[in-house]
């Protein structure tokens, strides 16, 4: 066979493939356009969701912004003098009620954007501050639940933090020594521990403070946990610098 007829064969080869594929698009042409036009939609609902998103974070950093600044509002108390224009506030817990509020506000408003997560976790400390335990239990709980582990452990040990102030040393501890075993960067184990010995030196019982004292120290000796460890377990020696531990 000559190359001019290998062309030739190859030429309509070709012209049958391409008219058998416009046929078929011609005799499914409904179903051609109906899949095309789902897979437009899908795409324009992923880029109009990203839009949206993208905008709501926006809107959810200037709104924990705004709380964040409230909360960090000078208190000064009632009848001292203060400059001209400068806001304050006269006690610590009326801050954190009004701080409270943005806070709140930024976590119902955009709970699915990091900035209103991270605002959940402030609406439940400054409940706390203000004295509205109900309310900073129920936030702390939501962040505690949360898939963000860093988050989520913070959220864990402030809850635990507020089960010894209001008599639940039992919780506190189960606490504890969940964020123990399963620890993050925000919450080590050393700092899970170190809580959970100060909570057993306040019911009086330093033997079991002092057990977990020296495993912190055994496990990490160089560590910051580890250091404050052994000033529990030898303040003498930590008063006179340079004496052996």
């Known amino acids: ?15 049958d493939t391409t008219n058998t594929s416009l046929d078929w698009v011609s005799e499914n042409r409904k179903q051609v356009i109906a899949a095309g036009s ?6 324009l609902v992923f880029v109009i969701g990203l839009v949206i998103y993208n905008n709501q974070k926006e809107k959810a950093s200037v709104a924990f912004g705004a709380a964040m600044q409230a909360y960090q509002t000078p208190v000064v108390p009632a009848g001292q003098q203060v400059p001209p224009g400068v806001k304050t506030y006269p006690t610590e817990a009326d801050r954190a009620k009004a701080a409270n509020q943005l806070f709140q506000q930024a976590a119902d ?56 102030q209001t008599g639940r040393d039992a ?34 019982k330093p033997d079991q403070a002092r057990k977990i004292y020296a495993q912190i120290k055994d496990k990490d000796a160089k560590g910051a946990a580890a250091q404050i460890a052994a000033q529990r377990l030898n303040p003498a020696a930590a008063a006179m610098p340079g004496l052996p531990q």
């Open 1 to 15: 066979m000559d190359q001019q007829t290998k062309q030739a064969l190859k030429h309509d080869q070709f012209i």
């Open 38 to 43: 789902v897979l437009l939609a899908v795409i």
């Open 109 to 164: 408003k955009y709970s699915l954007t990091p900035g209103g997560k991270i605002a959940r976790y402030f609406a439940g400390i400054t409940a706390m501050e203000a004295g509205d335990n109900a309310g900073a239990e129920s936030a702390l709980k939501q962040v505690a639940g949360g898939w963000n582990h860093d988050l989520a452990s913070l959220g864990k040990l402030s809850l635990a933090q507020l089960y010894r």
């Open 171 to 204: 919780q506190a501890i189960e606490t504890y020594n969940d964020l123990a075993a399963k620890p993050s960067t925000a919450v080590p184990a050393g700092l899970a521990q170190l809580q959970l010995a100060e909570l057993y030196e306040s019911q009086n």
